[in-house]
């Protein structure tokens, strides 16, 4: 949990910066464990939408079926600094544009 971003260099080697990125991406999910999970739906998806306390709206994770339960798992990275890009309307609009391409 202690690596940072300041861990890679271009003067390490690419191994060691694999490393580094490997190691941030954990540290990441780790930090997202959910603390609140929410109903989404649409006209043709339906599902659940995660929330983290300690990255309350900066990340959004949706994990939506459609009718065949096909599984679809979204994340958005939402915004820079304190306030989100995304309002929760959005959000709910982005969900109700969803439509599966394919075999239902």
């Known amino acids: 949990m202690a690596t940072t971003t300041r861990d890679a260099a271009w ?21 997202t464990e959910p603390s609140a999970i929410y109903n989404v739906s649409g006209p043709a998806m339906r599902g659940f939408q995660f929330e983290s306390r300690r990255l309350q709206r900066k990340i959004v994770r949706l ?11 979204i994340q958005i990275f ?3 600094g304190d306030k ?13 544009s969803i439509r599966p391409v394919g075999k239902q």
């Open 11 to 31: 003067w390490r080697t690419p191994r060691e910066n694999e490393r580094v990125l490997a190691l941030l991406s954990c540290k990441l999910f780790a930090a």
């Open 63 to 73: 994990s939506l079926f459609d009718s065949a339960d096909r599984q679809f798992d």
């Open 84 to 96: 989100p890009t995304l309002t929760q309307t959005q959000i709910n609009a982005m969900v109700a």
């Open 78 to 80: 939402n915004g820079i």
